[in-house]
């Protein structure tokens, strides 16, 4: 997202000047100028280098290691022996690729299309919309750590709230464990995830209806279309600029997973993610970084095979314009 | 891994061995006060390196409130003793400090640090990031007994660590309760198998259960496997040399599943502290845990209720031999920028004096000491001093004993994995054996 836009209004900028000074600009800058712009991309570029593109490349040397993190010299190369065990004889692997898809496929299918319904709504200006819209989007402003434990409260199986309420905490009778049982505990903590997703979709989409001409509505009102026909036909195509990025942040936000599923039971016996598993590998005592890097590039090669489709789109579109 | 870590496994087995021969005359036996009183002048007097002064800097891990304050209690009684060092003290997070540990050692450690006994406290003393002690055990050493002398020992037979207490793994119950259903504590496995049959059909959970930390599984695991195999055994399978694979492993799950049906369901998500809390409100017969669960028992009638027995024997031939009881204490950083006053302070910690300290505030735990006056312990002091007294072998906790990685990344899954499907143990532990080899191979 903030890809698209840092781009989105540097080609605009360039276009609009390219009309009045196009050739030769380079050289009429002055010396002044040229220290500023060598310091305004300079920076960013060093700082991005230095912190994304260092430790990316580093992680994926490292993957072909084996490495305690016990001083330099104990780094060992081990070519693809790393990949070779995560995907042969690592049982919570193939389960986290898995969990991580189906957390792709939820939060698209369900708190998006809630988030653009609550927008739709909210846009109305209905009573209280302001009350509603602060708190839909309470969630994400608060840190989804503290959501994981509040959920944690609501889900614990001998005392939580839900099993409270239902009676199901009778260990020898009716007994849900939301936390430990495989089958219940990564819907729980989609449910969870799904609440905080909602509130964010829907401030995308306010910010993306805010923007659809209303006056599309009312010849849409005029032309005989009913509620669910102006929407469908006319004020969803008009929010395709939002969807590519709700699009995008909500495959971003399936693949970084990580801060709920973590506080709400560490990530495993039913809830592993890629995410954690690299966590898991490469914080604390275990420190295996070489075993944890592979993991890491992994997810590193799911995100770009994403992501780069949506760039080359997103560019394209920019050229074209 | 680094290549040359194999090495670092075949260290101390033979020396535990002979482990606990001093202990049985002096831990049980209570109160020598002019022992206790000899051991305390010897650690001060004649190691006397010139005038030690200054701070020493300290990473601790004792983020809990009460031990926190014990803790304080020491260092202000080491003070007290020694006008000229002031210990300065960086407390962190219980779990972070753990987690951190490997690039703090590396970094600026403070001088002295909060640890444990074991292999992983071997470990960092095979990669260099902690500092021999042997002037500190010159000095200290008649404090204690041989086996905590083995304890304090990196793999290369120079001593790393001070040892401040230790606590044992037990079968906790309420005597209230055993008194008012007549049950009698079970020695032997089939008596223990069949207390566990009378509890159920009495409407009790005959074993509270609780596996949300993933750590409480393990100290079940040592126990089954210890029994049921051996001290031995089960260290060489700690140690990567036996393998999961083996019948024996086999034979200690089998035992599990056998009792798997009377723990308490829900296991899986369920914290310890809810377990516990099911024993203290009478729901629940016994719970297997460590002696810190009378944490949980704040009513002083309750605690005076809870009493422990020795994880019944399996096999007659290892019967109850050996005893879970993690050790918990100090090492020297790599490089420490006030050796002298850090070395005067570990000396003090490993008197009567400065254990005791410790105890004065926080009795969760026993003392290590020879000797030490045990007239101040509590019902479960004294219990768990018997209990370790009695044991020939002990042992550290499975993620004490063994590689952590293997522990956090293979052995708490797959144990899970167990817990929810004892039925797939064969595929487990063909999983575990491979897993287990890529780790200690690596």
């Given at each position: 997202m903030t890809v698209g836009t840092s781009a989105d209004a540097v080609e605009s900028g360039r276009a609009a000047d390219r009309p009045r000074r196009a050739p030769g600009r380079l050289r009429r800058l002055t010396r002044r100028d040229k220290t500023v712009l060598t310091l305004m991309t300079g920076i960013p570029t060093s700082l991005m280098v230095v912190f994304v593109w260092v430790p990316a490349l580093a992680s994926i040397l490292l993957s072909f290691t084996s490495w305690d993190g016990i001083g330099l010299d104990s780094i060992k190369w081990i070519g693809l022996r790393n990949y070779r065990q995560i995907f042969t004889i690592y049982p919570q692997f193939w389960p986290a690729v898995e969990h991580n898809v189906i957390w792709l496929v939820a939060l698209a299918a369900i708190p998006t299309p809630f988030g653009l319904f609550l927008a739709y709504q909210l846009d109305k200006r209905i009573r209280f919309s302001r009350f509603y819209q602060g708190a839909f989007f309470l969630p994400v402003v608060v840190s989804s750590a503290v959501i994981g434990f509040v959920w944690e409260l609501i889900y614990n199986p001998d005392h939580g709230l839900i099993n409270s309420l239902f009676h199901t905490n009778n260990p020898n009778g009716s007994y849900l464990d939301w936390v430990g049982n495989p089958k219940l505990n990564l819907w729980a903590v989609l449910v969870a995830a799904s609440w905080r997703h909602a509130g964010y979709m829907m401030i995308l989409y306010l910010a993306g209806l805010k923007s659809v001409d209303p006056t599309l509505k009312d010849a849409a009102a005029v032309d005989g279309a009913n509620e669910w026909q102006a929407f469908r036909h006319v004020v969803f195509p008009a929010l395709r600029p939002i969807n590519v990025v709700v699009a995008v942040v909500t495959v971003i936000e399936s693949l970084r997973a990580f801060d709920i599923v973590y506080v709400f039971n560490?990530?495993?016996?039913?809830?592993?993610?890629l995410s954690i598993l690299i966590t898991n590998n490469i914080i604390g005592e275990a420190s295996r970084i070489g075993y944890g890097s592979a993991l890491a590039v992994i997810l590193l090669v799911v995100s770009l095979a994403v992501i780069i489709p949506y760039l080359i789109v997103t560019f394209r579109k920019e050229r074209r314009a | 891994m680094s290549p040359e870590s194999p090495r670092v496994y075949q260290g101390p087995t033979v020396d535990r061995r002979m482990m606990l021969k001093g202990l049985l005359g002096a831990a049980g036996v209570a109160a020598l006060p002019a022992l206790a009183a000899c051991s305390s002048s010897s650690s001060s007097s004649?190691?006397?390196?010139g005038a030690a002064s200054g701070t020493v800097s300290l990473g601790s891990n004792a983020s809990d409130a009460v031990p926190k304050k014990a803790f304080q209690a020491v260092y202000d009684a080491f003070q007290a003793k020694n006008a000229g060092i002031k210990v300065q003290v960086n407390t962190k997070d219980h779990d972070t400090f753990q987690e951190q540990i490997n690039s703090y050692l590396q970094a600026t450690p403070d001088d002295v640090f909060t640890w444990f006994a074991g292999y992983r406290m071997q470990y960092f003393a095979a990669k260099g990031l902690s500092n021999k002690i042997n002037d500190v055990w010159d000095a200290i050493g008649n404090n204690f007994p041989q086996s905590v002398h083995d304890l304090s020992k990196g793999q290369d037979g120079n001593y790393y660590f001070v040892p401040i207490y230790y606590y044992p793994w037990a079968v906790f119950y309420r005597k209230s309760v055993f008194q008012a259903h007549n049950y009698t504590v079970p020695t032997d496995w089939n008596s223990f198998i069949s207390l566990c049959q009378k509890m159920k059909s009495d409407g009790l959970i005959p074993i509270a259960f609780g596996d949300s930390d993933k750590w409480p599984a393990m100290g079940t695991f040592d126990y089954l496997n210890m029994r049921t195999n051996g001290y031995q055994f089960h260290m060489d399978l700690m140690h990567g040399k036996?393998?999961?694979?083996d019948a024996k492993v086999k034979a200690a799950f089998a035992h599990w599943t056998e009792i798997l049906p009377y723990h308490q369901e829900g296991y899986i998500g369920r914290k310890w502290e809810d377990a516990a809390q099911s024993l203290l409100a009478k729901k629940a017969g016994m719970y297997l845990l460590g002696t810190f669960v009378a944490q949980q028992f704040t009513n002083p009638d309750d605690l005076a209720d809870l009493d422990f027995f020795a994880f019944p024997a399996i096999d007659p031939q290892w019967a109850q031999d050996s005893v879970e009881a993690p050790v918990d204490g100090f090492m020297l950083s790599k490089s420490p920028k006030n050796r002298a006053a850090a070395v005067k302070l570990l000396e003090f910690i490993g008197s009567a004096d400065g254990e005791g300290a410790y105890l004065k505030v926080d009795n969760s735990y026993d003392a290590l000491v020879n000797g030490y006056d045990t007239s101040g312990y509590n019902a479960i002091q004294k219990a768990s001093a018997t209990l370790f007294g009695a044991a020939q072998h002990v042992s550290q906790f499975m993620d004490r004993d063994a590689n952590p990685a293997f522990t956090s990344t293979v052995m708490q899954p797959q144990l899970q994995a167990y817990l929810q499907n004892p039925g797939s143990i064969d595929s487990i532990l063909n999983q575990i054996e491979q897993q287990k080899q890529a780790i200690y191979n690596s």
């Open positions: 560490k990530g495993e016996h039913g809830t592993e993610l | 004649p190691s006397s390196t036996a393998a999961w694979t």
